[in-house]
């Protein structure tokens, strides 16, 4: 069940992020908050032109923190914000999945049953990743092709551009499989502020002494982002470091992000990534011990941002981690049953009973094993997790600068929802 909205509002504001991420924009219109990527569009040169009052035409979609991920914008004054097409069509993601799917088959195949030294097993498994990745890449293009929700947006468009803005009046639409076009009610996010490890407990009060938060407000100027990565090989992780002055201070923020997603299509995008621009008013949560930024409040747009460490686990990472756990889980039975089959196919003759039976009990026996593996996996982290929680000060300061910025926000009459950052 997909949300889409589409708007009739006048314009405010336009920003984009700090230098060097500056392809990322935010449009603020009669109190509402977009996000959007210049790679959506084919030019994006009349965001440079609207002026405070002109009116617009917008398609969008709800996000998690009530702000809306914009897809498409009509300005009868200045023109359109429109969608690029370019490599999106059907047949060119069916040639690449197809194109995939034999890179991934064949290198498996020849793992299997004609490796004959080292390099050649290295070769092999260079073009099974680079087959997964065509897969990803085709797959996502045609999920967001053929979405219903992509389609009533592209339609919406057509109708505005053919004059048509009624479709504006009515904000927002609820796609499901029986309807479309059906008004939806009002979100009712799900609260999870009242959990054992993002909200303050009893225990935390022990360690008031020694979090040291001190509030920094001011105006953000000399934004800068930069992109980098730390470690090297399996170990290495990217990072965008963003540095900015308020209140006479200057301050460095690091946030790592998954180089695998960060192609994701913005179609799939729940939260948006972080925002600041030189002007926006910030109420900052600083650890008074090192000066590190924990809790960004950006009183511009009414989000929250929290910046986790390695002793404050939050409930949306430990959801991560055990969906981690079970994938990792299912590859691993998955290579087993291919093996089996491998070892089936080159028996001379068709398999017997029991030649299905012996498969059937080592399948068996490491689906098994699996799901011992992953049991202990998740106790062990749960065990770990509710330590930290327990006796570590970080996790403590975490949860009381969550609870301040949910109090920003409802204050705001924004929901409780606070962006996380890794």
Same mark, same amino acid.
């Given at each position: ?10 314009f405010?504001?336009?920003?984009? *992020?700090?230098p060097r ?5 935010r449009i603020?219109? #009669?109190g509402?908050?977009? !996000?959007t990527?210049s790679s959506?569009y084919e =030019?994006?040169d009349?965001?440079e032109?609207?002026?405070t009052?002109? @009116? ?14 914009l897809?498409w ?5 200045h ?5 690029a ?6 047949l ?15 290198s498996?195949c020849f ?6 030294n ?5 070769t092999l498994?260079?073009v099974c ?5 065509l897969?990803?890449?085709?797959v996502?293009?045609l999920l967001?092709t053929?979405n219903r929700a ?5 339609d #919406? ?7 048509n803005t ?6 927002e639409?609820l796609?499901?499989?029986a ?5 939806a009610?009002?979100? @009712?996010l ?10 303050v407990r009893?225990e935390?009060?022990?360690y008031a002494?020694?979090?040291a938060?001190?509030s920094? *407000?001011?105006?953000v ?14 170990y ?5 470091e963003y540095?900015?002055?308020?209140s ?8 790592? !992000? =998954?180089?695998?997603?960060?192609d ?6 729940r939260t ?7 002007g926006?008013?910030l109420?900052l949560?600083?650890?008074?011990n *090192? #000066?590190?930024?924990?809790?960004? !409040?950006?009183?511009?747009? *009414?989000?929250a ?7 404050a686990?939050s409930?949306?990472q430990?959801?991560t981690t ?7 889980a299912?590859?691993f ?7 089996e ?5 080159k028996? =001379?003759?068709?398999p017997d ?7 059937a ?6 689906m098994l094993?699996m ?5 202990s996996?998740l106790l062990v982290?749960?065990?770990?997790v509710l330590?930290m929680r327990?006796?570590?000060? #970080?996790?403590? @300061?975490?949860?009381?600068t @969550?609870?301040?910025l ?6 705001d009459?924004?929901?409780?929802t ?5």
């Amino acid at each position: 069940m997909k949300k889409i909205c589409f708007f009739d509002l006048p314009f405010t504001r336009h920003d984009t *992020n700090a230098p060097r991420e500056n392809k990322y924009h935010r449009i603020i219109a #009669g109190g509402n908050v977009f !996000y959007t990527f210049s790679s959506q569009y084919e =030019n994006t040169d009349v965001l440079e032109q609207l002026q405070t009052g002109d @009116r617009l035409y917008l398609g969008a979609r709800p996000l998690a923190d009530g702000s809306y991920w914009l897809h498409w914008l009509v300005s009868p004054d200045h023109g359109e914000l429109k969608p690029a097409t370019a490599g999106t069509g059907n047949l060119i993601s069916i040639i690449k999945l197809i194109t995939a799917l034999m890179l991934i088959i064949l290198s498996i195949c020849f793992f299997f049953t004609q490796l004959l030294n080292t390099v050649t097993g290295v070769t092999l498994m260079f073009v099974c990743v680079a087959g997964c990745l065509l897969l990803k890449s085709a797959v996502q293009s045609l999920l967001v092709t053929n979405n219903r929700a992509m389609k009533f947006l592209a339609d #919406g468009l057509a109708q505005v551009k053919a004059g048509n803005t009624g479709i504006c009046c009515q904000s927002e639409y609820l796609l499901s499989d029986a309807s479309a076009g059906i008004k939806a009610a009002p979100r @009712r996010l799900a609260d999870e502020r009242f959990n054992d490890l993002d909200s303050v407990r009893p225990e935390d009060y022990r360690y008031a002494e020694k979090l040291a938060l001190t509030s920094v *407000n001011g105006t953000v100027s000399q934004a800068c982002a930069a992109r980098g990565s730390t470690g090297s090989g399996r170990y290495s992780r990217d990072y965008i470091e963003y540095q900015f002055a308020c209140s006479d201070t200057l301050f460095t923020l690091r946030n790592y !992000y =998954n180089t695998f997603t960060d192609d994701l299509n913005p179609f799939f995008f729940r939260t948006h990534p972080f925002f600041i621009a030189d002007g926006d008013p910030l109420a900052l949560t600083v650890n008074g011990n *090192n #000066g590190a930024i924990i809790g960004i !409040y950006n009183e511009r747009d *009414n989000n929250a941002y929290i910046k986790l460490s390695a002793t404050a686990v939050s409930l949306q990472q430990i959801k991560t981690t055990y969906k981690a756990f079970a994938a990792a889980a299912l590859f691993f039975l998955l290579m087993a049953f291919i093996v089996e089959i491998q070892g089936l196919l080159k028996i =001379n003759g068709m398999p017997d009973k029991w030649d299905w039976l012996s498969a059937a009990e080592t399948i068996g026996g490491v689906m098994l094993m699996m799901i011992i593996v992953l049991c202990s996996l998740l106790l062990v982290s749960e065990i770990i997790v509710l330590l930290m929680r327990k006796y570590f000060a #970080g996790a403590a @300061r975490v949860a009381f600068t @969550r609870q301040l910025l949910v109090q920003f926000r409802l204050h705001d009459g924004k929901n409780s929802t606070i962006q996380e950052m890794n």
